[in-house]
């Protein structure tokens, strides 16, 4: 059977428009590893698809962070394979993890949890003393179930380290939708409300891209008593005098410290250090990703947020158009344009575009562990991988 040529060719092709992953190159196929990544078949149900089951999680909790959505997925997977050994069982994830992370625009998140999941596989999938693979198999389901609602309650926990950062008669400024934020703020709000001395003001940095995620921030702020006022992104500079501190959200925290977040981020935490505002970050430990970007353009991601056109979308004045025509096309200057790679991962668009803040402008990383200066972060990356 595995001999047969036209087999073989007929099983490469069938991957071609699968959400099935091809095999890894010096892996066997993954129709000889016990079903691995499979579904029991019984006429009914389907192979299992994690693409369509993280983003299913996603939907189905609005408050799902993109790691923990990961991890769900993979112990959702774990529970539906009919792999029977240790090396079948990681080899599975790993497969799986690296087919998700090349089907999403930006992995940055999501590969934190999948690599921890990982790792916790490994420290976790040892042989029994009796052998019997089923039982370390249920113990790692169990387990994984447990590291998953810890962490979805880390959010809990950084909303009161962080509630005492904002004290009364504070403006803090903020952007973005970050459900550990809206925690914090949260948390803070009912301190006043129950009669606690801390009454404080928001500055909220609105994103016209996003104009339903700002509203619904803004609007649960001011739900809570919270007096906040709205601002486009170039106003920023403008209102920093006012500001006391800055808390923004993270998508990931890398290992130098610095934060990968919404784009904007970083023009906010410049104009943070040139008016000597503090710039706080919220983050769950399970964000933490092992990545060392040196700069803006070095995060392994495609986005589409500089791109340089020599025709417009909309109809030009007629002085606008004589500096048009000046301009020279690709058809005349072909030199000057290039166009991308045929095949190439589809890259964020603008709206879903992250930027790079270096650690330098980092006063501090608030986690469900503490509050942590941006040189221990790679301390604490330490302490879960090795």
């Not at 040529?5 to 992953?21: F, K, L």
């Amino acid at each position: 059977m595995m001999g047969d040529p036209d087999s073989s060719t007929e099983s490469q092709s069938s991957y071609e428009g699968s959400t099935t992953p091809p095999p890894l190159s010096g892996h066997p196929p993954l129709h000889r590893m016990a079903t691995v990544g499979n579904v029991p078949q019984n006429g009914k149900s389907k192979s299992f698809d994690i693409v369509e089951t993280y983003q299913r999680l996603l939907h189905e909790d609005p408050d799902l962070t993109m790691p923990v959505a990961a991890i769900e997925a993979l112990i959702e997977l774990l529970v539906q394979s009919r792999a029977v050994t240790v090396y079948e069982t990681l080899d599975l994830v790993k497969t799986q993890s690296d087919y998700l992370k090349s089907r999403i625009p930006n992995s940055i998140s999501l590969s934190a949890g999948t690599d921890l999941f990982q790792r916790y596989m490994i420290s976790s999938l040892k042989p029994s003393s009796t052998g019997n693979f089923e039982t370390v198999r249920q113990h790692l389901l169990s387990n994984g179930r447990l590291f998953v609602s810890r962490a979805k309650a880390g959010r809990e926990r950084i909303a009161n380290y962080g509630r005492h950062f904002v004290r009364d008669g504070s403006v803090v400024l903020t952007h973005g939708g970050s459900r550990v934020i809206g925690a914090l703020l949260g948390k803070a709000a009912e301190a006043s409300a129950s009669g606690g001395n801390v009454r404080f003001k928001v500055i909220y940095v609105m994103n016209d891209a996003r104009s339903s995620e700002s509203k619904a921030v803004v609007s649960s702020l001011r739900a809570k008593g919270v007096p906040v006022a709205t601002i486009p992104e170039g106003a920023v500079g403008y209102a920093m005098g006012k500001v006391n501190l800055v808390i923004v959200g993270a998508e990931g925290v890398v290992e130098n410290g610095g934060i990968i977040s919404r784009l904007g981020t970083y023009q906010i935490a410049l104009l943070a250090k040139a008016a000597g505002k503090p710039f706080y970050v919220a983050a769950e430990s399970h964000k933490f990703v092992r990545l060392y970007p040196l700069g803006q353009y070095d995060l392994g991601i495609d986005q589409e947020v500089i791109e340089f056109k020599t025709e417009d979308e909309t109809e030009l004045t007629q002085e606008e158009q004589k500096f048009t025509n000046m301009t020279p096309k690709v058809t005349e200057r072909s030199e000057y344009f290039s166009t991308s790679p045929l095949g190439a991962p589809k890259p964020n668009r603008a709206v879903d575009a992250v930027d790079f803040t270096p650690p330098a402008l980092v006063s501090a990383l608030i986690t469900e562990s503490g509050v942590l200066t941006p040189s221990a972060v790679s301390e604490e990356l330490i302490s879960v991988w090795y």
